[in-house]
């Protein structure tokens, strides 16, 4: 069958495969193209074994899969250079490195002093370490085999390659649900589908690189378990799960994903010992050793996220004893509804006994984030920090479409097609995609789970489809006698099931694998005519074959011009075509690293935080790690305050220097002042009194920065910093000086001088500004000092606390200030 | 019991009757505690208006909701945010914050006419805090068209302006919950008396139909319209939200939809569509509807294609047609979704066969 398929294909790359040019998409087609041309040795030589054959088309589209699959990844290596991008991934750079450096027991010790001052940060028991692990295995394996490669070279290709290994996983995954042609479509579309490769591009050196395959990984294993019921390979499923808790948080999806999976196959009657034995060892060995993670520690028995797999997990166990008396029950037939309305109860018992621990307080509720993709409105109202980040929003049509093109549109025919012919392992695809799709819809940045099972679930339609149409030769019974010898050892290790129907269909001229149920004998005696006139057939084929190619040139445009910009160095073009480099941020923190003390606190809005560490390796107040929010709120406010209002909460935390991005000169929209009124919406969670949104708005609820805009605004400190001298600035001779190109307006508030911070470095394009806290002028220390006392004696006078309060004065002695500040104000207006 | 002290007490207060300022005031707060007593939300006409909340000799706030709730006014909003007001109001009245310090009031348009026109109102309905000794600022007035009318949005307002915590106490909506209880038992009854043939539970077509549907739901964009509708629509999460009430969108999502925001000549079309809600309405369903189908049509193709060859029929011709329309049917849906889509995404160079 493979062999009659790839023929076809073959007739059909010959002739399209010269009107690309592309060489990603070259190296796809050849995949194809070598394919077919092996395949097509098939009917002349009987030397080669069909099932040598089969095996060594699979092992060269496999290999030309991972190989497209690595380099498509590789755009913004060639175009930069090896680096690492964006924001978090400095982090795990940094961490990574530290692990390198100081061993592994160290690294989970490791206090970091460069992030959160004053707080610190403790970053073994805050991080998932699976990806600093296997990057630093590899690292050391490279080093024993005496190849002395850098560890942010490292670090910089660990997605790529992990990216290959992926498509291997969902080829295995496929060929466990389907058959080994859907498995080989899958592993090429996850190859190179957009979806995944936006975030597994070279450089970004974050978890999901290495989760997606732990994740493909961990459902092969699980559907195999299920399949076999064998110990080995639940065991197996119980390792790679432990894996994916180690490698990222998404690992709760599989933990929730699976028990519905077995929940689901007991509603469908489907039980049987097979999944019995499975899941009860996935589940005790997956839950002891995902507790071993310092991060989750007792989160698996302690919060409702995980409650799922316990409370399934403890219905099976009942199932699988009242199932056992009903074997052993003499008569046990008339009892057929007590023992239904056993089972009842005692799920609904299950579900009453997790809710009572719930509301007793012996297991957590629902975090914000999980609760937010339920209640889609609850972060909007209550976790502005979660809303605020871009790829928390809800996903428009235009993104899947973007991120997976035509395989959006074969992903319901897939699911149809598993519903049509359902089993055991076909059920939990399904429950794959409807979970998965739903997610997606809610949150952008879950598109990443969506995509392996879309990839899936479109090989399967594809294959199906084409299985039929590409077999033209249908009525030429030369090929007839290799084809059941080829399909038998093709399912040689699926369940006994398939291979029951497939002796069924054996001798027959076109057997399909997986097709079962009584429908098929009709089918089969009319399958001995070519029923499809075999010109629509190949034009068919031809149409499928004109839309796969505009998807794999739709995903190399995709994966290059949109997703393989590090973000820390920005390219624009000259009209003649040439390319600009724009390494302002790089600029910025190399200052920052030779040019101030090595001491120094720097304040910035918390996306940079991750960067300065990396790169400038100073100390920051906020990073990206957003898991103190008033902090990140403070400083929202100082940014969003006036000028002597912000010098005191920096004076407060100890701000050395203060760093702005700014994109007015350049018209680089992702800085500050865009992301400003988030600042203003964060600080205003915390401090209500002094910041309020409204104020940041025109009268007609505008943000607006010219002229017209609110006074509030032209006054903040962010305001000041971003636009400090930009009013002496004429970018352009056709627009007036301080003309803003991000926003096309000329800036409201031109002329004026800083108070309490002085520039101390502005970048080539003016993208990084970089600001020093003046420290106390000396002419005003008397002044400061008599109304310190002042203030004092007004917090006795006015604080209804009690003088045990008071005594304490002495440790934190600028909080009271802050409170008393609100305090006041409030009782004034 | 309480209700005869207080009774008493003004009564009291009436027959003693002196005309000092501080009794004027402290009788004023005898009559509106009183009131707020009975009902959490004191009703005003205009001669209340004018004594209780225009006077300037006042040393309580008042919170005043101005609206127009009789039915030929028809303003729907209004019975709406009166709803949510209420829950507030209810909620303050039993609360430990409760004082008389802080009232909460509601002046009708066929009442009060005349405190519309003292405070220049010609939209309803309207949230306006009245702070002691003062009268309301601009800041004082609650932005309904950003913040909403839910009632968690109004208490933020309320604590934003006068300090005050109330916790909300919603009565719970048990018109959704008998609804569920119906349906579960026409549910139940149904199987009960299908019990012998539960085949159709079975039916894999039927779940298959079912699940495709809930799948294209979500990958059509529709969440992103029932997320991003306005706080108008689905306001109210008891009574469940789903993507179709939510085709009332704002002209913002609409913008959104139509094309990315960055692209220019697209918002001058939306100047003229914005004008028109209804005409923006309809334009939305239909764009939406269409991308459902598009998805809906091209997988039908592809199910064609594949059942095309399982129909029965003598000659082969029937089945050649169906496989015929079935490409068809895929090659021109897919090439107009990715024309749709170029037309969104600017500057995407592919297209096929439909520019």
New interface residues.
């Given amino acids: 069958m493979a062999a009659q398929v790839t023929t076809n294909q073959s007739i059909i790359n010959d002739d399209s495969g010269s009107l690309t040019t592309d060489s990603e998409f070259q190296t796809n087609v050849n995949s194809k193209k070598r394919l077919s041309s092996s395949s097509n040795i098939l009917p002349t030589s009987s030397i080669l074994s069909p099932t040598g054959l089969t095996s060594l088309i699979s092992f060269i589209v496999l290999t030309c899969a991972y190989i497209s699959g690595f380099m498509s990844r590789l755009f913004s290596v060639i175009r930069f250079e090896s680096i690492i991008h964006e924001f978090d991934p400095w982090f795990n750079y940094r961490s990574t490195a530290y692990m390198t450096e100081n061993g592994f027991y160290n690294f989970l010790n490791w206090f970091d002093e460069l992030a959160w001052y004053p707080l610190g940060r403790i970053v073994g028991g805050t991080i998932y370490p699976g990806l600093m692990v296997t990057s630093g295995v590899i690292h050391w394996f490279l080093h024993m085999i005496n190849i002395p490669i850098h560890i942010r070279e490292i670090c910089v290709f660990l997605a790529p390659f992990f990216s290959g290994l992926t498509a291997l996983a969902t080829y295995l995954l496929t060929k466990e649900l389907w058959s080994r042609r859907a498995g080989l479509f899958a592993a090429a579309f996850i190859a190179i589908a957009p979806g995944y490769s936006s975030r597994s591009v070279a450089g970004s050196y974050d978890n999901e690189g290495i989760a997606i395959f732990a994740l493909m990984f961990t459902y092969f294993l699980w559907i195999r378990s299920v399949k076999t019921g064998s110990v080995f390979w639940s065991c197996c499923t119980a390792l790679s799960y432990f894996y994916m808790v180690s490698a990222w948080g998404g690992y709760v999806f599989i933990i929730n994903l699976i028990p519905v999976h077995v929940f689901i196959l007991l509603v469908l009657r489907r039980y049987s010992l097979r999944l019995y034995v499975s899941y009860s060892i996935f589940y005790i060995l997956g839950l002891i050793l995902s507790m071993q993670i310092p991060f989750v520690g007792f989160q698996p028995v302690r919060t409702s996220e995980h409650m799922l797999a316990a409370g399934v997990f403890a219905l099976l166990q009942a199932y699988a004893f009242i199932d056992y008396l009903y074997t052993k029950l003499p008569r046990a037939d008339d009892l057929k509804q007590l023992f239904f309305g056993l089972m009842i109860f005692i799920g609904l018992s299950v579900f009453a006994v997790v809710v009572i621990l719930t509301y007793a307080g012996y297991i957590a509720p629902w975090s914000g984030r999980f609760y937010s993709l339920w209640d889609t409105n609850y972060a909007k109202i209550h976790i502005p920090i979660i809303a605020s980040v871009s790829e928390h929003q809800p996903t428009t049509w235009t993104s899947f479409f973007f991120d997976l093109h035509l395989l959006i549109c074969l992903f319901p025919v897939g699911a149809w097609f598993c519903i049509k012919e359902l089993n055991d392992e076909r059920v939990f695809i399904v429950l794959y995609a409807v979970f998965a799709s739903y997610f997606a819809g809610v949150m952008i940045r879950l598109m990443l789970t969506l995509t392996p099972c879309v990839c899936v679930l479109a090989a399967i339609a594809l294959s199906k489809t084409l299985d039929y149409y590409a077999d033209t030769e249908t009525s030429d019974m030369s090929t007839s006698p290799v084809v059941p010898s080829n399909d038998n050892d093709e399912n040689e290790n699926e369940t006994e099931k398939n291979n029951r129907n497939l002796y069924d269909k054996a001798g027959k001229p076109k057997p399909i694998p997986g097709r079962r149920g009584p429908t098929n004998t009709n089918q089969d005696t009319d399958d001995d005519t070519s029923i499809v006139s075999s010109n629509i057939k190949t034009v068919v084929v031809i149409c499928i074959a004109m839309m796969l190619m505009l998807l794999a040139v739709h995903c190399t445009w995709v994966t290059s011009n949109a997703y393989s910009s590090p973000s820390i160095v920005l390219a624009s073009y000259n009209n003649d075509g040439s390319r600009y480099i724009i390494d302002d941020f790089r600029e910025a923190y190399y200052w920052l690293r030779k040019n101030t003390p090595e001491r120094a606190r720097v304040m910035s809005w918390w996306d940079y935080g991750y960067q300065i560490a990396g790169m400038g390796n100073r100390t920051v107040l906020v990073d990206n790690n957003t898991w103190n929010n008033s902090h990140i709120a403070l400083v929202g406010k100082a940014m969003s305050s006036n000028e002597s209002e912000a010098y005191k909460i920096m004076t407060m935390l100890d701000v050395d220097y203060v760093l702005v991005i700014f994109g007015g000169m350049i018209g680089y929209s992702g800085d500050d002042i865009n992301k400003f009124l988030w600042m203003v919406r964060i600080a205003e969670g915390e401090h209500p009194k002094d910041i309020r949104e409204q104020d940041y708005f025109t009268e007609n609820g505008e943000f607006r920065v010219d002229r017209s805009g609110s006074p509030i605004l032209l006054n903040c400190l962010m305001y000041k910093l971003c636009y400090y001298r930009f009013g002496e600035l004429q970018t352009d001779f056709r627009s007036p000086p301080g003309f803003d190109r991000t926003r096309h307006v000329e800036i409201g508030n031109k002329n004026f001088d800083l108070q309490h911070v002085e520039e101390a470095y502005t970048t080539e394009h003016w993208i990084v500004r970089i600001y020093k806290v003046k420290k106390l002028a000396n002419r005003l220390q008397a002044k400061n000092a008599l109304r310190q006392v002042q203030r004092r004696k007004s917090i006795y006078s006015t604080s209804k606390k009690t003088s045990g309060q008071a005594r304490k004065q002495g440790v934190i002695l600028n909080k009271p200030q802050v409170k008393k500040g609100t305090k006041v104000l409030t009782r004034k207006t | 019991m309480k209700y005869f002290v207080y009774l008493f007490f003004i009564c009291a207060c009436i027959t003693l009757n002196v005309l000092s300022e501080e009794d004027v005031l402290s009788d004023k707060i005898q009559q509106l505690t009183q009131w707020s007593l009975k009902k959490p939300i004191i009703r005003l006409n205009n001669e209340h208006f004018k004594h209780y909340v225009k006077a300037s000799s006042r040393n309580y706030s008042m919170f005043i909701m101005f609206t127009a709730l009789s039915p030929q006014r028809q303003c729907s909003i209004c019975k709406q945010a009166y709803d949510e007001f209420q829950i507030v109001a209810q909620s303050y009245r039993y609360s430990n914050a409760f004082s008389n310090s802080v009232f909460f009031g509601m002046v009708d348009f066929d009442d009060g006419s005349d405190a519309f026109q003292y405070l220049k109102l010609n939209t309803a309905p309207v949230f306006i805090y009245f702070p002691p000794k003062m009268k309301p600022k601009k ?1 004082d007035y609650m ?1 309904l ?2 913040s909403g009318f839910s009632a ?1 949005q109004i208490i933020k307002w309320i ?2 302006r006068a ?1 005050v915590e109330i916790q909300i106490y919603r009565p719970p909506n048990y018109s959704g919950f008998l609804l569920v209880i119906l349906m579960i038992t026409m549910i139940l009854g149904l199987l009960y008396v299908k019990r012998d043939s539960f085949k159709f539970l ?1 039916n ?2 039927v ?2 139909i079912f ?2 549907l ?3 739901f ?7 319209n ?3 509708g306005p706080p108008f629509t689905h306001r109210n ?1 008891q009574t469940g939200q789903s993507g179709i009430v939510c085709y009332f969108i704002s002209g913002q999502t609409w913008n ?2 139509n094309g ?1 925001p960055f692209m220019p000549q697209n918002k001058n079309n939306m100047g003229l569509f914005a004008d028109d809600s209804n005409m923006q309405y309809i334009a939305e369903t239909y764009i939406v509807q269409i ?1 459902f189908f598009l ?2 049509g ?2 039908i193709g ?2 064609l ?2 059942e ?6 003598q000659t ?1 011709k029937r ?2 047609f169906v ?2 329309v ?2 068809v049917v ?2 021109i849906l ?1 090439s107009y ?2 024309s749709i ?1 170029r037309s ?2 600017q500057g ?3 297209s ?1 066969l439909i520019k």
């Fill in positions: 800041s932005d068209s950003r968690e604590h934003d300090d079975f894999h077509i779940w298959g699940i495709i809930a799948i294209l979500c990958i059509s964009g529709q969440i992103w029932s997320i991003r999460p959104l939809i990315p991308l998805h809906f091209v997988s592809v199910i294609l594949n095309a060859p399982k129909l029965k029929s082969g089945n050649s496989a015929a079935g490409i895929v090659v897919f979704l990715l889509f969104k995404y995407y160079p592919y096929f």
